[in-house]
């Protein structure tokens, strides 16, 4: 949770970075810039990857978020940030309150266009918000950008980038999800946070550990002792063939049940919160993924 200090400084950011984002739109920016054309700004970098490669030459791109290390939740943005927003015509967010750092800024530039994953998908306060993790959603996403590119720009070729992205660039990953679901769908899996959820039943596997624990571990909340039991029998008894964990957000707990998988020889599986290296693309990323858990699963069947 913020303090009264750095709530204030963000205001004081949000004030100035907009009076200098109007008079100058160019100023320095957060993330790489490709490319030249309509200005995108992307609070996450797995959606701003999407948006290069729709938007090709068409479009530069900024991602607020690029460092694997940082917690978009409590991201603190910078004057820069707030400048590259201000200056934008279009701004990716993913929304449910994952980033609600850049809805304060947007707060105080109401000129661009607003992209709200969230609020495209339906998702309200309180749901997952680990959107991009949902195949579907991303579909949904990618005809919405779509959409809005060319409401900006009808001469940009954006139904052909997204043509090409959504079956030549997706190819890889859409394969494996088909994969994973034809040979391993029913397969009973554990996992430790919520982050793992949007993605299982697109895999067709059954996600078995607590709801509870999953939220408790992403909001970074207490765990229940009957949580902990239930997961200790899981793995105990091998109720779970394999067990998928964040790899940025391995508490103690989650330490704990990592340890008990291994003396049980129960495979384990990692996936990230974002783009992992920071220099790769969506699918390659989340590709490597599902590779990660394919073998995995093939492990606990031989």
Request: hydrophobic share 40%; charged share 15%.
């Amino acid at each position: 949770m913020r303090t009264k200090t750095s709530l204030v400084v963000l205001i004081a950011v949000i004030g100035v970075a907009f009076c200098a984002g109007c008079a100058d739109s160019s100023a320095q920016r957060s993330g790489p810039v490709v490319g030249r054309g309509l200005r995108i700004v992307a609070a996450e970098n797995f959606w701003g990857s999407i948006a290069q490669q729709i938007g090709g030459s068409a479009v530069s791109v900024t991602a607020v978020i690029t460092n694997p290390a940082a917690d978009p939740h409590d991201y603190e943005p910078t004057p820069a940030d707030a400048r590259a927003m201000a200056g934008a015509d279009l701004v990716i967010v993913n929304g449910v309150g994952y980033d609600p750092w850049a809805t304060t800024l947007l707060a105080a530039s109401p000129g661009p266009i607003v992209l709200d994953v969230g609020d495209l998908v339906g998702a309200k306060d309180g749901d997952n918000p680990h959107l991009w993790y949902n195949p579907a959603y991303v579909r949904r996403f990618i005809n919405a950008l779509t959409g809005d590119l060319e409401k900006l720009d009808p001469t940009g070729h954006f139904a052909q980038g997204r043509q090409h992205y959504e079956s030549v660039a997706l190819a890889p990953y859409d394969t494996l999800i088909a994969d994973i679901r034809r040979r391993y769908g029913g397969t009973e899996v554990g996992a430790s946070e919520s982050i793992f959820a949007m993605l299982a039943p697109a895999l067709g596997l059954n996600l078995v550990t607590p709801p509870t624990f999953l939220r408790a571990i992403s909001e970074g909340s207490d765990v229940s002792a009957a949580d902990k039991r239930t997961i200790d029998r899981q793995i105990a008894s091998h109720q779970i063939r394999i067990y998928v964990y964040n790899s940025q957000n391995a508490t103690p707990d989650v330490q704990v049940q990592l340890d008990q998988c291994r003396s049980e020889h129960i495979p384990i599986a990692s996936i990230s919160e974002t783009m992992t290296p920071a220099n790769t693309t969506y699918q390659q990323w989340q590709s490597t993924q599902l590779r990660g858990i394919e073998t995995a699963l093939a492990q606990a069947r031989s």
